[in-house]
């Protein structure tokens, strides 16, 4: 199986080289020419195990990869690392399932892609012939950041820099980042925010003479970014392993559809849901969650994408988002597949900030629907679930249960509900406790507070928490927003 160029059809590589080169030359993103079908009955993968489930959908999208070659990378990524044998969680509450995503290194979803990005790198390095070290280059706002080095530390081949805005990011994030192992690992604050890490890193991609230099040491960028084919295919992989354990529990019978709701930013999570829905999974409909940040909230509701408003830091960080790029992938099939449509209207957006798609295409979107929960529907709904059932959730996974609430009480389709669960409470303890005790936890000591959610909740304490309690800090490089290529330079050695 090919894949295109989201802008540019003629554009058509293997998927190794997706993976190798991230985005498209044209700036388009890469979508599968056709999407396969899953080979395998939905009672027979009932049966199997997470990483056998992983073999039989990224097989089906990763043709140019060998059986070993794919098996050795599914083995790599989802082993021990994992605090669950499951590799994923499924827990009854407040009427709906929760998949949580969270049981890997760093306790976010991103980890099940980013812990099997590296393996799929490499190995397409090697088959591609490409003997060039890899460099990762990357810049965060927290969780992408540490999930990319967690993916890459000491992965032969391989080197990651990351940056992140100094006084950007929480006190939990800075020190998960700052004490990563791994002689192939940099981490730098930058004396700036997170647009200024961003245009950095990109400034450098375009860097011809730095590309120059590179080249001449045996170096190659790359990107560990939610665009990259490398991320979206694995998270396909959970969605179809959830309805497998749901059968296999006696919860659904055999064909029975589902929904899934998922709390969203970049739209890579959902699309994810979607890609398995056309591979064959029984999916009905796809529940689109936004918190107040609702670009795509008021996209499904009207048609039109505007991100001409204003940017509104939520205690949902990870989806404070106002351009959300796989939402390409998506405009592109729903114009059926015309990559020219696509263009013109990622131009537009460009250009102007925003786009109206047609009826034709809004027809063939009629899968997804959208909804939105605010901060402190947040809150309500985390001290509700917590009161009920004695669940725990976090800040994200919260405003998709708000969301399947509302969409349950709106349209009255009560189908059996899987809730993409985002990240551990244990990452935003600030706003879980606070929402627990209806009480303000603004100014509380960090640690004080992951000790009282471990009290409350009961739920075990993670490593990547006690971790960061203990080690040792490993990056102290500060360094001005207009010096992040020199440092660059001193890593590698240039
Ligand atoms: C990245 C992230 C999201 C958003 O996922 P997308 O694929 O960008 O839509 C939601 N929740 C958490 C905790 C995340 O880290």
């Known amino acids: ?37 899953l080979r395998k009955s ?28 794919l098996t050795a990378c599914i083995d790599a990524a989802y082993d021990e690392k994992f605090e669950t044998p499951d590799i994923a969680g499924l827990h009854k509450a407040d009427g709906a399932w929760f998949l949580e995503l969270w049981h890997g290194k760093t306790i976010a979803f991103k980890d099940m892609a980013l812990s099997i990005l590296p393996h799929l790198l490499t190995a397409a390095a090697k088959k591609n012939h490409i003997k060039d070290e890899i460099v990762i280059l990357t810049a965060t706002s927290g969780d992408t950041g540490k999930a990319a080095l967690a993916g890459f530390a000491d992965v032969p081949g391989t080197r990651i820099i990351v940056f992140y805005p100094k006084d950007g990011v929480s006190r939990v994030q800075e020190l998960q980042m700052v004490t990563q192992k791994g002689d192939n690992t940099k981490v730098i604050a930058i004396k700036g925010n997170f647009d200024d890490a961003q245009n950095g890193v990109k400034e450098m991609f375009n860097d011809k003479e730095l590309a120059a230099k590179l080249a001449a040491r045996g170096f190659r960028f790359s990107s560990a970014n939610s665009i990259n084919i490398g991320r979206l295919v694995p998270q396909i992989v959970y969605y179809v392993w959830a309805y497998a354990k749901l059968l296999a529990k006696g919860e659904i019978k055999e064909g029975e559809k589902i929904n899934i709701t998922v709390p ?10 979607y890609y398995a829905k056309q591979i064959g999974l029984p999916v009905d409909r796809l529940i689109c969650a936004s918190n107040d940040n609702r670009v795509l909230y008021d996209f499904f509701k009207t ?44 131009k537009e957006l460009k250009e102007t900030g925003k ?8 027809d063939r979107m009629k899968d ?18 917590f009161d009920k059932d004695g669940y725990t959730i976090d800040t994200h996974t919260a405003v998709g249960a708000r969301v399947a609430e509302k969409y349950r009480e709106e349209t009255g389709d009560d189908k059996v509900t899987v809730i993409a669960s985002t990240a551990s409470p244990y990452k935003f303890s600030r706003a879980v406790v ?29 490593n990547a928490i006690k971790e960061i309690m203990e080690a040792e800090i490993r990056h102290d490089t500060v360094c001005e927003k207009s010096c992040m290529k020199k440092e660059v330079e001193k890593t590698l050695g240039l």
């Open 1 to 37: 199986m090919k894949y295109l160029s989201t802008r540019n059809s003629k554009i058509r590589v293997e998927a190794s080289e997706a993976i190798l080169k991230g985005l498209s030359d044209d700036g388009g993103l890469f979508v599968p020419e056709e999407m396969p079908t």
């Open 42 to 69: 939905l009672k027979e993968l009932a049966t199997m195990n997470y990483r056998e489930t992983a073999y039989e959908v990224m097989s089906l999208f990763l043709t140019d990869y060998t059986k070993e070659e």
């Open 264 to 273: 969203t930013g970049n739209f890579g999570n959902i699309l994810a849901a």
């Open 303 to 346: 048609g039109t994408y505007d991100r001409n408003r204003e940017f509104i830091l939520t205690t949902s960080p990870s989806m404070d988002i106002l351009i959300s790029s796989n939402l390409e992938r998506l405009i592109y099939h729903s114009a059926g597949n015309d990559s020219e449509k696509c263009a013109a209207l990622m």
């Open 355 to 362: 786009y109206t798609v047609t009826d034709d295409m809004r």
């Open 368 to 385: 997804f629907a959208g909804g939105c929960a605010v901060q402190s529907e947040v809150a309500e709904v985390i001290g509700r679930i």
């Open 434 to 462: 606070g929402a627990i005790q209806k009480r303000d936890a603004k100014n509380e000591d960090d640690f004080d507070l992951i000790r009282e959610l471990q009290r409350v909740s009961g739920l075990p304490m993670p």
